[in-house]
């Protein structure tokens, strides 16, 4: 049987004349099944992944190795493309299939007919030579990708000139006792960060975490991609063990932004970013950062902070000149409307850093003209506001939301962030998390075809991913390999972000 990388079964991609059933999945050609785990594997092969993963740097010793380092990688990817949460269920339904019928694994892992597939051990033993460095790279790499096959050049009439730049934390481990320690009992992770409760009095009680900064692309329609994952070590919080969730929470975030964002801009130059964050980085020294980088930003300003620029806002607001600063929009519902008010103050400052304020306020009625819903924010803006631009930028600045749902999505809908994949080799626990972060972003993508979308229907995400798993044990790969997607020579994808 041959494997991926054969000439005998060449991986084109999906043909833009392919409309396929949602229901049936197949192509244009009668009876002749085109697999989603077919149209997966194409888009692989259409992202070059392969190639990626090949020139990460391999430690092992050439003579004991059996196991290409791609190899390696693309099966602990598998964890998080087929959601299975851990990668004992992997290897358990892999381990499931008869060996007469594993020739869709030999060939979807790029392997020769018969090898035996690898146990655990095997895997994180490799894992924990690599470099998190090397690893968070790829996501920086697959962005350039997408850039230079102009994925979001030629929708620019949806998604737009300039890329949103979202960047919060999140906590995805807690430990009573350190999860790898020396013979002493001391804490040798380097990612643990303490934390003390009721210091000084008998009730006193240490507790580790770990926690990450992540940096996504936000586009429309829900759209993230994870750009730079930020894992954040205990000496870089050293005094802070005993602060409050929230000042913990801004002094890992503020502490991460300063190291990702310059190289963020160093990696994207001529990109055009637009900031999106919380009211932890409404703060004098980011917003300077953000200057000095060429970073637009659109933060949240959270009541009870900025008091000084609050209470000048508020004062402008009540002279008669700022009712020609403001604009108001109403939407009709199905059973009432909403009523969207914008107002904004130029000129404004954070110390020495002007900012332009918008208020926004939006009030739901129902049908018979009663109020049923009231939402209130503030932003601070580097751009002027005015009436042209003013309902675009609030739009723009809405979509912060969807990176919290990133992070909800990571830990609840198969990719089991809180899962330990490795809890004693802290750089294989680091790696294992920085794959999550590949794996969801090659996912993401590929949901924004038509190709997937198509064959998924009205399924969620994660049962269609679950459904590719089932593809593959189920399906010989004589039947996989008829599938249209993979034995056309020329396919050109089709992109529908509009729907996704």
């Known amino acids: 049987m041959n494997s991926l990388n054969s000439k005998a079964v060449s991986l084109p991609l999906i043909s833009q004349t ?39 740097t391999d430690r092992r010793d050439p003579q004991k190795t059996r196991y290409r380092i791609d190899f390696i990688l693309m099966w602990a990817l598998s964890v998080f493309f087929f959601r299975t949460e851990s990668l004992n269920e992997l290897q358990q339904s892999f381990n499931k299939v008869p060996s007469h019928r594993k020739d869709a694994l030999w ?67 807690h430990y009573a006792h350190p999860h790898t320690a020396n013979e002493k009992g001391d804490n040798l992770c380097p990612y643990c960060l303490p934390r003390t409760r009721h210091k000084g009095t008998p009730e006193e009680k240490t507790y580790w975490i770990h926690a990450f900064v992540n940096v996504a692309i936000i586009l429309p329609k829900g759209i993230q991609l994870p750009l730079y994952v930020h894992a ?53 020294p980011l917003l300077k950062l953000c200057k000095d980088l060429g970073i637009a930003f659109l933060i949240v300003r ?49 110390g020495s850093q002007e900012v ?16 049923t819903g009231c939402y209130k924010t503030e932003w601070l803006s580097s751009r002027r506001v005015s009436k042209n631009n003013c309902l675009s930028l609030v739009e723009t600045a809405r979509r912060r939301a969807d990176h919290e749902d990133l992070h909800n999505t990571l830990k609840n809908r198969g990719f089991n962030a809180k899962h330990d994949y490795a809890r004693r080799n802290a750089n294989v626990s680091l790696i294992w998390k920085l794959l999550m972060f590949v794996g969801f972003w090659i996912f993401e993508l590929f949901s924004c075809t038509v190709l997937a979308q198509k064959c998924n229907g009205c ?28 034995c056309k020579e020329h396919i050109q994808f089709r992109w529908n972000f509009s729907q996704h």
């Not at 806002?313 to 409307?337: H, I, M, N, P, W």
């Not at 994660?462 to 249209?484: M, T, V």
């Open 459 to 486: 399924c969620s995400w994660k049962s269609f991913a679950k459904s590719l798993l089932i593809d593959l044990l189920r399906e010989s790969w004589e039947a996989i390999a008829l599938s249209p997607s993979l």
């Open 18 to 56: 392919s409309d396929v059933s949602p229901s049936q999945c197949c192509s244009q050609e009668p009876k002749v099944m085109d697999f989603p785990i077919g149209r997966f594997m194409r888009f692989l092969k259409h992202m070059k992944l392969s190639l990626l993963l090949k020139r990460i």
């Open 107 to 173: 060939n979807f892992f790029g392997l020769p007919e018969g090898s035996p597939l690898p146990c655990r051990q095997t895997i994180t033993d490799a894992l924990a030579l690599l470099s998190p460095e090397e690893i968070n790279a790829l996501l920086i790499q697959l962005f350039k990708r997408a850039l230079k096959q102009k994925v979001f050049y030629n929708h620019q009439h949806l998604l737009g000139t300039e890329f949103g730049l979202a960047c919060d934390g999140f906590v995805v481990h």
């Open 302 to 350: 959270q009541e009870g902070s900025l008091k000084k620029l609050a209470k000048r806002c508020d004062s402008l607001e009540k002279k008669e000149v700022y009712l020609f600063y403001q604009t108001q929009k109403t939407t009709a519902l199905r059973k009432g409307k909403v009523v969207t008010t914008v107002k904004w103050f130029n000129g404004e400052y954070v």
């Open 232 to 284: 954040l070590k205990a000496e870089q919080l050293k005094g802070h063990e005993t602060t409050s969730e929230k000042e913990h929470k801004q002094e890992c975030e503020l502490q991460a932004a300063k190291e990702i964002l310059p190289q963020i801009k160093k990696e994207f130059p001529r990109l055009f970013f637009v900031l999106q964050c919380d009211s932890l980085y409404a703060n004098e």
């Open 356 to 371: 332009h304020v918008i208020r926004f306020l939006e009030v739901t009625y129902n049908a018979e003209g009663l109020q």
